[in-house]
Each structure stands twice: as C-alpha cells, then as structure tokens.
Nanobody, 123 residues
Framework: QVQLVESGGGLVQAGGSLRLSCVAS????????MGWFRQAPGKEREFVAV????????YYADSVKGRCTISRDNAKNTVWLQMNNLKPEDTAVYYC????????????????WGQGTQVTVSS
C-alpha cells in the first residue's frame, strides 16, 4: 500500500514562495499521475495541479497557473509543488494524491491521499 507524506508547508508573507514536497513509500509510484489539491477552511477540497507519468505533461487550476510549478522525480518517488507570489487566498491544507492511469487526462479520480501540510499566507 502506498503512503504519501507531504512537507514544506508553513507561514509566509504575501508575495513569498514555498516548495511543497510529497514522498511516496510502500511501492513505486512511477506509473501513477501525481497531483496536488488544497482545502481552505469552510471550503471544499479543490484541484491545484497534476503531472503525468512521463513528466512532460502538467495541468493547473486557473487560480495558480503562472505561479505554481509541479515537478516529479520517479527515482525518488517524490513530487513537488513550487509556489511563488503567494496570496492570502492560497491559505489552505495542501494534499498530495496519486491517480492510476485510466486513460483520462487530466485524471478524474485519485486513489491515494496524503495527510496534508498547512500553508498560511499572511497579508
């Protein structure tokens, strides 16, 4: 069973940057799509970004496009989310997730989730 552990969250001022990491253990996730989601207080969880197995394709939510970059290293079983020019509305718990390849891009269903890491952006 795959386990995902996120890290890198914290408190940052508006305009600052953070780099989130997600390390998978238990088995290799090289054949999975890897994505990031977030959930702000009182709101539903929302999609942030996803990266393909081959790393050549990525897809972003409009709210983060141009400010975030998703990357992965299959040898390290790790996915990152580089977030720049952070805004107070980016404050949320950020979750890593993996999705089996069911033929859809971007994937519609995610199979395994991490516990999340808190990102707080002060104004």
């Amino acid at each position: 069973q795959v386990q995902l552990v996120e890290s890198g969250g914290g408190l940052v001022q508006a305009g600052g940057s953070l780099r989130l990491s997600c390390v998978a253990s238990g088995r290799t996730v090289g054949s999975y799509f890897m994505g990031w989601f977030r959930q702000a207080p009182g709101k539903e969880r929302e999609f942030v970004a996803v990266i393909s197995v081959s790393v050549f394709h990525s897809y972003y939510a409009d709210s983060v496009k141009g400010r975030c970059t998703i990357s992965r290293d299959n040898a390290k079983n790790t996915v990152w989310l580089q977030m720049n020019n952070l805004k107070p509305e980016d404050t949320a718990v950020y979750y890593c997730a993996v999705a089996e390849n069911r033929g859809a891009w971007p994937p519609r269903q995610y199979d395994i989730w991490g516990q999340g890491t808190q990102v707080t952006v002060s104004s």
